[in-house]
């Protein structure tokens, strides 16, 4: 059950560093923009308020980052908060911008914070 909590909370981690690349680089580029959805002007007006959104999956991914590598039990505590803040985020995103967001963020992190309690 471990291993399959620690794979989890890394492939969240990698969906985040993604995501940090699409928004804080990619953003005004073609890929960036069929990524979300969004035309040419509207990418190159947000592009600032993009790449602060990547800096914080950027931070969501570092932390649980940490979370796999710190010693118990501050490594699971540290999974544990970074997967609920995702989740949390993911289902306001869902809310509030777009349903996708529950099936890109809030889904993979609920899991894995299932696999994670789980694992305990």
Known sequence: MQTAAHASVALVALIHVYFLVLEMFLW?????????????????????????????????????IWGLIAGD?????????????LVVAGVYGAVTVSRRILYAQAAPAALALALVLAAG
């Open 28 to 64: 005004d580029t073609p890929r960036g923009r069929a990524a979300f959805g969004t035309t040419e002007e509207f990418a190159a007006r947000s592009a600032t308020l993009a790449a602060n959104q990547g800096l914080y999956n950027g931070f969501m991914a570092a932390g649980l």
């Open 73 to 85: 039990p501050v490594g699971h505590q540290a999974q544990i908060f970074f997967l609920s803040c």
